[in-house]
């Protein structure tokens, strides 16, 4: 399995549906040390901790893109308006999640994400023309019940511009799904680049209107963390892995991530989960084991001819 991860990341092969869902599966893993980063983050503001998180993110991809000069290096040759789009969609993402968690309860923005798979669906029948199955339909009111479950304890709002963000995530997830889809050749490495690279730019222009850029040594590391490491190899993993599973499984599978964070910020720095946080993970965690599962073992890209037009190119 791990020599078809490589010839795929080198444009040699084609991932099948289920090798697909497990390198989403494993992207929302690494997507979720975000939660300790931001959680441990002394003085910084948001947008200090964005700027150097799209820096080493960027920084990371430009690292790849040197090494692989020896010997599949890495094609610009395809990239369109499209994938611009989607780059620039995929930094938005990242900013949101950020402002988002800053702003409002962990709990509000859990299930505010919970809506990414329906939007998925609905943008994939769209412009894919892809056919929702009834394991995926399954999937999602499975997950939905173990979101109602995690916020059964009350929902924090915070302020009107956090609950905005959080909203905001679900309706750029299935954008990116399916503008993705619809590039399916591309290198999963030039969209990383280009969000690293849009957020630090944004964020940084946004940091030096409020205080500048100055953060402390501990600050600085704990958005490298999240940005050079959990963004730098879970990106790469995700654009890799979903452009051979349908847009509506994609947020589904990266549900991963909001059912670990509240457990690695349990063990550092001890934020204790509450008893629903934890059933209702199981339960979240539970369906998106069973999609899995249940994907198929034959590729299954998107072909052009199934793709309808997206005003973009």
């Not at 090798?19 to 690494?30: D, N, P, R």
């Not at 900013?95 to 709990?107: C, F």
């Not at 409020?210 to 730098?232: E, K, T, Y």
């Not at 946080?277 to 369906?287: C, F, K, P, Q, R």
Request: aromatic share 8%.
């Amino acid at each position: 399995m791990f020599s078809a991860f490589r010839d795929a990341f080198v444009g040699d092969g084609e991932l099948t549906e289920r090798q697909g869902s497990l390198l989403v599966f494993g992207a929302g893993i690494v997507f979720s040390v975000t939660a300790i980063s931001v959680a441990a983050v002394d003085t910084a503001s948001s947008f200090q901790f964005l700027t150097y998180r799209g820096a080493s993110t960027a920084l990371a991809m430009v690292a790849l893109i040197l090494v692989r000069r020896g010997g599949r290096p890495v094609s610009f040759a395809g990239v369109t308006r499209t994938v611009w789009l989607a780059g620039l969609i995929l930094g938005g993402t990242s900013m949101l999640y950020i402002l988002a968690l800053s702003r409002t309860s962990a709990a509000t923005t859990l299930f505010l994400l919970a809506a990414a798979p329906v939007f998925a669906a609905l943008l994939g029948w769209m412009f894919l023309r892809e056919r929702v199955e009834r394991s995926t339909v399954l999937a999602i009111g499975a997950t939905m019940v173990g979101v109602a479950i995690t916020v059964s304890a009350g929902l924090e709002v915070g302020s009107v511009s956090g609950l905005l963000f959080a909203g905001g995530i679900p309706v750029t997830i299935g954008l990116y799904s399916v503008l993705m889809r619809s590039v399916s050749g591309v290198d999963p490495v030039i969209p990383t680049l280009i969000a690293g690279s849009v957020l630090c730019v944004a964020s940084a222009a946004l940091a030096l209107t409020q205080g500048g850029l100055g953060v402390s040594l501990r600050d600085g590391a704990l958005a490298c963390v999240s940005g050079g490491i959990a963004l730098g190899l879970g990106l790469p993993m995700f654009n890799l892995g979903h452009r051979s599973v349908p847009a509506a499984r994609v947020p589904l599978l990266l549900m991963t991530e909001v059912v670990l964070a509240p457990l690695w910020v349990w063990i550092w720095p001890g934020e204790k989960p509450g008893v629903a946080t934890l059933i209702g993970g199981a339960v979240i965690l539970g369906a998106v084991v069973w999609l899995m599962l249940v994907s198929k073992h034959t590729p299954d890209a998107v072909p052009s001819s199934r793709i309808a037009s997206i005003p973009v190119d």
